[in-house]
């Protein structure tokens, strides 16, 4: 096992370990605003928008131009975007999950508790986030790899307090749901090696495990995030969080 690594398993341990160091604050305050949360969800959405282009979609196209020839090289790369979106929206249908905050009448075939569904719709959430991540590593480039950890790092705390105040809405108790975020994060590691793997095989799978990434992230993003950020009239504070969100970003992407 070389360097490269041994820096992927630690950066992607403190990705998916800052879900539960986000839930912390349950201990010292009963609830949070729906402004606050929105301000911090916008971060976390901020955050995945840019580091989605900037280290994945972008850097899948320079690579493309590199390994592949004039004509075959965006036909793969939007394949394989696309081809993202589509396997996160098939997991996502087939896994009995429940959204956070949303409040729908979704109907489950699988008998299971709302506390178990959240805990799922986070885990859900987060592997496309540890798939980034590995592939950020898999590219040979560890300042990006470390970029990409960071950023996902930096997001992952403001969703785990949401997390938490919703399994604590459900009658978890402080302790589970601190434990529950902190498991539901420990997903990326598991799809950080996923990642990993499926990028360093040959250089000519770099480009498209990297489009196929920044695929499942933009769903996320679009899917999960967008739609929550607007929906309670907390317009102002959703775009400073992600505003705030994009230069973190920036920051991080132009020192590493």
């Known amino acids: 096992m070389n360097m490269v690594s041994y820096t992927a398993i630690v950066w992607t341990l403190i990705a998916g370990i800052a879900t539960g160091l986000g839930a912390i604050p349950i201990y010292f305050k009963k609830e949070f605003s729906k402004k606050s ?18 280290s994945l979609i972008i850097p899948s196209v320079s690579e493309a131009k590199e390994v592949y020839t004039y004509n075959v090289g965006l036909p793969i790369i939007l394949i394989s975007l696309f081809t993202g979106y589509l396997f996160i929206i098939f997991i996502h249908d087939i896994l009995p999950h429940e959204h956070l905050i949303k409040h729908t009448d979704m109907k489950h075939r699988k008998k299971m508790s709302r506390v178990a569904l959240i805990v799922l719709a986070i885990s859900l959430h987060n592997f496309p986030e540890g798939l980034a991540v590995g592939v950020g590593f898999g590219s040979g480039d560890e300042g990006s790899g470390i970029a990409l950890a960071l950023a996902i790092a930096l997001q992952n705390m403001p969703e785990g307090l949401v997390v938490a105040f919703g399994l604590l809405s459900e009658g978890a108790s402080k302790h589970k749901a601190f434990a529950m975020a902190l498991l539901s994060g420990l997903v990326e590691p598991v799809a950080a090696a996923i990642g990993f793997i499926s990028s360093s095989v040959t250089h000519y799978s770099l480009p498209i495990a990297l489009s196929f990434a920044g695929g499942t992230m933009l769903f996320v993003i679009c899917q999960e995030m967008l739609p929550e950020l607007f929906r309670e009239g907390h317009e102002k504070h959703a775009t400073l969080g992600v505003i705030v969100g994009v230069m973190s970003m920036l920051a991080i992407d132009y020192y590493f």
Do not use: T, W
């Open 37 to 54: 949360l929105d301000v911090g969800l916008g971060f976390s959405a901020g955050v995945m928008l840019v580091a989605s282009f900037l």
